[in-house]
């Protein structure tokens, strides 16, 4: 990634690994500069397989923030809520984002049951 996006790359700090539905669950992230709450987002992504040059199991959720907090010098907790049915989001393995202006993280895998 250019240089001139480092400081509002976010970067995970810790999250949990196995994630429930409707369940309350809390990312840590660090980013150099917070630009602002509105412009932050966690999604699941469902890694998708390919056969054929056929891409199928492509799924993006957008989790529902519940607050921000700062715990620390340019790091920061975002409070979440799992999916709300498996229709959303089948069980199985997800990537985690958090998606600050539009500039992702690295993705952290998290399991969703």
């Given at each position: 990634m250019s240089v001139e996006y480092e400081l509002v790359r976010p970067r995970i700090v810790s999250v949990k690994e196995v994630l429930g539905y409707r369940q309350?669950?809390?990312?840590?992230?660090?980013?150099?500069e917070?630009?602002?709450v509105s412009v932050l987002s966690v999604r699941l992504v469902a890694p998708s397989f390919t056969t054929h040059s056929f891409a199928m199991n492509q799924r993006m959720i957008v989790m529902k923030l519940i607050g921000v907090t700062r715990v620390a010098p340019e790091t920061y907790?975002?409070?979440?809520?799992?999916?709300?049915?498996?229709?959303?989001?089948p069980p199985g393995?997800?990537?985690l984002f958090v998606v600050h202006a539009d500039i992702p993280?690295?993705?952290?895998?998290?399991?969703?049951?």
């Open positions: 309350f669950f809390s990312v840590a992230f660090a980013v150099p917070l630009l602002s907790e975002i409070s979440l809520v799992g999916p709300s049915t498996g229709e959303i989001a393995y997800y990537l993280s690295s993705a952290a895998w998290v399991k969703l049951q």
